[in-house]
Each structure stands twice: as C-alpha cells, then as structure tokens.
C-alpha cells in the first residue's frame, strides 16, 4: 500500500475544550482568517495574538472558530517543521493565558488531487450561483477521496478548489500519535470510496431535495430586497435544525436596512430524507441601519440565540406559529440599551409587517415567517408585568408608531 493521507481536523467533541477566537495584531485589530487559507506565506508586522473565545481545557491542537487556520503548541510545530519544512509557514503567535510557545501554520502547499469519482459527492459553483470568483471552485465536498498519484511529495497541504481541508501524510499523522498530542482528529482521505452506488444516490436525491428548498427560499428572499451573495455566513451543523445545517442570509433593503433570514429551519428533515418543511417556519431579524460587518453584528447574534430557542424546542414553535410570544436570551456581547439588569435581552416574535410577509410557499408546502423584534428593558418589563395582553399591547404599539417589526437601539421605549 502507498503513502496515506489523512484529513487532519480538530475534535470538537472533547469534553469542556476552550475555543480560540479570530486572531488580533499588535495594534488589537483583527486579522482576516482568509489570509492563511491561501495556501501563500504571509507577512505580518508585529506579534500576533490569539484571545480565547470559550475557556476550557487546552489543546495541542486548534482551528480557530473563525477559519480552518491551525494554532499549535511548540511541540506539534516542531514535527512540522521537521516533516514538513517546505510545506507549512510557522508564524510565533501568543495565546491569551499560555506562557508556553505557539504557532499559528499556515499551509502554504495547494495540490489539485481531490478524486470526484471516489468521493460521495461533489458540487461545483456554477453560473447559476452568481459567484464568478467561486466558479468551477468545489461548493461541497463529502466524504472527500484524494488520489495520491497527484500529491507528489508534499506532507501537509489544502486541496485545490476546497481549501477549507488539511490533508497531512501518514507520517505526520504517525508523529502526532507518537507524542500523545491533545486536540486532532484524523480522517482517513486515501483510497476507494466507502459509499455504494444505492448510498450515492439517496445522497443525490438529499441533495436535490435540499436544493429545491432552498432555491424555493432565495426566491422570496429577492423579492424582499437585495440578497447580498458577498456575505459568506459560515455553514454550522446543528443536529437540532431538520437537515442538520444552520444557515443565514442577508438582504439589503431600501433606506440602508438590513434583513437578516434564517435559512434552514424549513429543510426537509435529514432523518426522513422526503419532501417536507420541516419546522414550517423561518425568523426574520431586521434593523434600520446597513450593518457593514454581519458576522460581527449584535442582530445576527440576537437572531442565532432566538433561533437555538426555536430549533430545539417544539413547544416554542408551535407557539412561534400561533402567533405573538416573547421570550429572552443571554445578553452577553449585547448593545447595552438592550440589556437588562439580569443581563438578557427580549424579543417579541411574530410582529405584523407591512413590508415582511406572514408566509411564503415553497414546492413543499408553506413557510411561516416570524419576524423578531429586539426590545428595550422597559418593554421587557412590561411584558413580564401584563403577560399575552401586553403581548398584543407592545404589537399595537409598535405598528402605530410606524416601526412595526423593525429592531434598533436608538429608539424610546413605548411604554
């Protein structure tokens, strides 16, 4: 048997592990993740610094929550640069708490070896898309097989057209194992695909199922406004969605305003593998102002936290579907006007909109449309106070003062 290759991932099912945020320069302004992606060196002025997103036990071995860039203890970034040397860039990185070394590895080899026939299933970008710079690029790759007639004698290195990937020899790997080191997980990417032809085509009939949902869904994104395709919100899997991923998308609305949509709560359940709408129901965040940096913006963090209560609770969706309920999140990373003294935030959902409709129809049925509404602690309050009464109260309100389901910070409250 020939060399081995495996794709090397770090294991988010350790037991309280800690999370490593985006990372910052010397000057504490953040560093785009994309940059080491690339598969170039790159040069940055000055120290780098890696804060800790989630405290927790510390790992050899790391991908940072904001990309699949490697942040590596001194002893792991020995082996590479020993395995490795003109595979990987080892940039010295100061992680927030550590007193040991770190490095951050950029991989700086690309090799085009991924084996679409061997795979279970590959997906391109397509003109359709509307991404040119993605086009011809792998959108989706599952249960990836490289051919390792290709790779040559690269160690480590990202896979041409899906460098979201980093594929490491069986050398590597052995090395890691030897040493004990905390945080990897290794998938084996070398050789004949493990998924049958009866597998790869309920997989493509999923897929076409998923598809059709979500065309179905863009189409009435559009006619809300401007589907803004230049922001990439990653895709998370969450088993507690129907197809398992959690997916956002944003649209540019007249007068600067920003809807956010979540964009899977009406997938077919993954379990059942047939035409559904799942949950029937999406949530719709909108505020007045352009928000410039989605990803790092209070309103696609209300509407995630709101969207957790929602996907995993049956009795909250029902509720959500019958119309006006309220309910609170945690306020940490929260604009302060919204935040209670308790630290949470409320929400009304289900507000009326002139602008937003109630439902919309997909080939599978139809969608509820629930907006969500971002209260002050005021209103809060007098929710808490006058329980379904004030529900309707607030709604009466918010419609009369022409803002309706809109939700901002720089407003009085209503009551």
């Known amino acids: 048997m020939g ?11 350790i037991p309280d592990r800690w999370h490593l945020e985006r990372p910052l320069d010397e000057r ?9 992606d690339r598969g170039e060196p790159v040069h940055i002025e000055g120290r780098i610094r890696i804060p800790v997103n989630i405290p927790g036990k510390v790992l050899d071995f790391t991908l940072l929550t904001s990309g699949p860039v490697p942040v590596v203890h001194a002893r792991v970034a020995a082996i590479f640069a020993e395995l490795a040397p003109n595979d990987v860039q080892l940039i010295p990185v100061d992680v927030e708490g550590q007193s ?18 061997a795979s279970s299933e590959v997906l391109y970008w397509t003109p359709e898309d509307d991404r040119p710079e993605k086009l011809g690029h792998y959108q989706s ?44 997980k290794f998938t084996w990417v070398t050789g004949p695909s493990s998924v049958s032809p009866e597998e790869r085509a309920r997989s493509r009939k999923w897929r076409e199922l998923l598809d059709t949902a979500e065309a179905a869904r863009d189409a009435t994104w559009r006619t809300l406004g401007n589907l803004d395709k230049a922001v990439t919100t ?34 077919p359940f993954y379990e059942r593998r047939e035409p559904s709408v799942g949950f029937g129901l999406e949530l719709a965040l909108e505020t007045d102002v352009a928000v410039k940096d989605v990803l790092k913006g209070w309103p696609l ?26 309910m609170e999140v945690s306020g940490k990373r929260m604009p302060k006007a919204l935040v209670t003294d308790e630290g949470r935030v409320g929400v009304l959902l289900g507000v009326e909109s002139r602008s937003v409709p109630r439902h919309f129809s997909t080939p599978y049925g139809e969608v509820r449309l629930v907006t969500i509404k971002a209260l002050l602690p005021p209103e809060l309050a007098y929710l808490l106070e006058h329980g379904e009464q004030g529900q309707a109260e607030l709604a009466r309100r918010f419609t009369e003062s022409g803002e309706a389901h809109l939700s901002h910070v720089r407003r009085r409250p209503t009551v």
């Not at 504490?28 to 080491?36: D, H, Q, S």
């Not at 040991?100 to 026939?117: A, G, H, Q, S």
């Not at 899906?162 to 194992?177: G, M, N, Y």
């Not at 129907?242 to 649209?251: E, F, G, L, S, T």
């Open 28 to 36: 504490g302004k953040e560093i785009p993740t994309w940059l080491f």
């Open 301 to 326: 963090l209300l509407l995630e936290r709101v969207a957790d209560e929602v996907a995993g609770h049956e009795h909250v969706r029902e509720r959500v579907k019958a119309g006006l309920l309220s």
């Open 141 to 184: 790759v599952i249960g990836m097989r490289i051919d390792p007639a290709k790779v040559g004698e690269a160690q480590v290195f990202r896979t041409w057209g899906w460098r979201v990937v980093s594929v490491v020899s069986e050398d590597i790997k052995v090395a890691l194992d030897r040493i004990g080191v905390t945080g990897t």
């Open 100 to 117: 040991d070394p770190y490095f951050l590895i950029n991989i700086t080899r690309v090799v085009k070896c991924i084996d679409d026939e």
């Open 3 to 13: 060399q081995q290759y495996f794709d090397l991932f770090d294991d988010l099912y």
């Open 234 to 267: 990653p895709i998370a899997m969450n088993d507690s969605w129907p197809a398992h991923r959690q997916i956002w998308r944003v649209i540019r609305r007249e007068g600067g305003r920003t809807l956010i949509v979540s964009h899977g709560l009406s997938d």
